[in-house]
C-alpha cells in the first residue's frame, strides 16, 4: 500500500553503522559507540620500488597549519582483534576489509568511541588504511574540545598518539588494518551527561551534534516488561470496509489517555524493549469528537546498520484499514504499535512511516514521515510519560 523508494535517497543513502565496540579494556567504560563512516579511497599510488601503495587524503581542512610527521607502524596501535567489536560493527568491519584487500570496493571506514580509562577520558579515532601510507592526515589541533552542553564548561586535550595533534603526519601502516589514533582528555565528571566534540574535522566532529553520554546504571534491566495498556473498545466494526467511504470504517472508544504532553518536548515517544517485541507508543491529541487514524504494514523500524523492524500489530486497530476514534476534544491518548525485538546493541532508531495510498475524507493526509535519531534509552525513560490518566471534567 505504501511505497518505500523515498526512503533510499534520504535515509539509507546517507545510513551510518553503528560500530559497537566492546570493552576492549577492564578498567575501561564507553561512554559513546560512534559509528562507522563510509568514505571514498582517493586514487592510489604504486610505488614499484618499495612495493607500497600510497593515497593523499584530500579531506584536510588545515593545510594553512604546515608541519608534517612520520608515523610508523609499531608506534601506533593497531586493532588486531575484532572481537572487541559486536554486532553490525564487527560484521561492517570484516567486510569492508574483505572487499578492500580483493578490489572489489573504494570505501575504506572511519569511526570513533570515547571511554574512561584510569582516570581520563580518552577519544579513539579509527582510520581503516586504503594504502600503506596516507599522506596528509590531520586529527586536530587548537580547536579540539570537549565541551559539556549545559555547564559549557571546556576539556582541553593532554596528548595524542604519537603526539600527532597540531601537525599533519602521514600514517604508515599494512593495507586494510584498522589503526587506533588515541587523544587524552582530562577526565568528565559524573554530572556531565551531554557534550559536543569540536575540532575533529576528518571524523566530522566539528561540534554540530550532541552526544549523550552512556551513564546507565549497571543495575537497570536489559529488557522492560511486557507494557499494559488500556485496549480500545470495539464500537463499531468496519462494514464492507472501503477507504473512500468513512461510513465503512470501524469506530473505537475508551482509548488509553495520558496526560498532556510536555511543551517542547519533541519526538516525545515512549518504547518498551522486551525480548518478544517492541512497543512504541506515540502520544495523540484529540481536537474533535471523533477523528480517523489509520497504520499501514509497510511503517517499519531501523537502525543505523539498516537492519529493519517490521510491524506485527497496533493494539486495538487493524492495519492497513482507517478507523474512527470517538473520545473528547483536547484528550491525549497514547496509540501503541508493536514491531519487532530489537536486539540489545541497537542504541538509536528511525521509525519511518512510507507514503500511503491516497483516499477521500476531509482533511486527508497519505504522505509518509520520517522520525530519525530516536535515542533509544531516551524512549524508554519516556515511559512514565504513557502511564493511564483518566479524564476529569468539571461542569
Known amino acids: 500500500m505504501r511505497k518505500l523508494r523515498f526512503i533510499a535517497a534520504s535515509l539509507l543513502a546517507m545510513l551510518l553503522v553503528p560500530a559497537m565496540a566492546g570493552n576492549g579494556k577492564k578498567d575501561e567504560k564507553v561512554l559513546y559507540e560512534g559509528y562507522v563512516y563510509k568514505m571514498n579511497v582517493p586514487k592510489v599510488s604504486f610505488d614499484e620500488k618499495t612495493l607500497k601503495t600510497s593515497v593523499e587524503w584530500p579531506s584536510t581542512e588545515c593545510a594553512w597549519l604546515g608541519g608534517n610527521k612520520i608515523i610508523t607502524a609499531n608506534k601506533m596501535d593497531i586493532v588486531k582483534d575484532y572481537s572487541v567489536f559486536t554486532g553490525e560493527g564487527q560484521k561492517s568491519l570484516r567486510e569492508g576489509v574483505e572487499a578492500m584487500m580483493s578490489g572489489k570496493s573504494q570505501l575504506t571506514a572511519m569511526f570513533w568511541r570515547l571511554t574512561a580509562e584510569k582516570k581520563q577520558t580518552v577519544l579513539h579515532c579509527y582510520f581503516m588504511m586504503p594504502a600503506d601510507e596516507v599522506k596528509n592526515m590531520w586529527l586536530g589541533g587548537a580547536d579540539t574540545y570537549i565541551v559539556d552542553r549545559e555547564t559549557g564548561i571546556h576539556y582541553k586535550p593532554r596528548k595524542s598518539s604519537n603526539d600527532v595533534l597540531k601537525t599533519h603526519f602521514t600514517l604508515q601502516a599494512p593495507k586494510g588494518s584498522l589503526v587506533d589514533i588515541s587523544i587524552t582528555f582530562p577526565p568528565l565528571p559524573e554530572s556531565v ?69 510536555p511543551e517542547k518536548k519533541e519526538k516525545l515517544y515512549g518504547l518498551w524493549r522486551t525480548q518478544e517485541a517492541t512497543y512504541l507508543a506515540i502520544p495523540r491529541n484529540h481536537n474533535w469528537c471523533r477523528e480517523y487514524y489509520g497504520v499501514d504494514e509497510t511503517c517499519f523500524l531501523i537502525d543505523n546498520s539498516g537492519r529493519q523492524y517490521k510491524i506485527k500489530s497496533v493494539q486495538g486497530f487493524t492495519l492497513n484499514q482507517i478507523t474512527w476514534v470517538e473520545e473528547t476534544a483536547g484528550d491525549w491518548w497514547a496509540q501503541v504499535l508493536v514491531f519487532e525485538p530489537l536486539p540489545l546493541d541497537v542504541n538509536t532508531i528511525h521509525y519511518i512511516v512510507p507514503d500511503s495510498k491516497p483516499f477521500k475524507a476531509w482533511g486527508a493526509n497519505w504522505k509518509g514521515t520520517q522520525v530519525t535519531d530516536l535515542d533509544v534509552e531516551e524512549l524508554r525513560d519516556n515511559q512514565k510519560y504513557f502511564e493511564y490518566f483518566e479524564r476529569v471534567v468539571v461542569e
Not at 223 to 228: A, F, G, S
Open 193 to 261: 551527561k551531554k557534550i559536543s566534540i569540536y575540532g575533529i574535522p576528518n571524523w566530522y566532529l566539528r561540534g554540530d551534534e550532541v552526544t549523550k553520554l552512556k551513564r546507565t546504571k549497571e543495575t537497570e534491566p536489559a529488557y522492560d516488561p511486557v507494557p499494559q495498556f488500556k485496549i480500545p473498545r470495539m464500537v463499531a466494526p468496519a462494514k464492507n470496509y472501503d477507504i473512500n467511504n468513512h461510513d465503512s470504517w470501524a469506530r473505537l472508544t475508551d482509548v488509553h489517555t495520558i496526560k498532556p504532553v
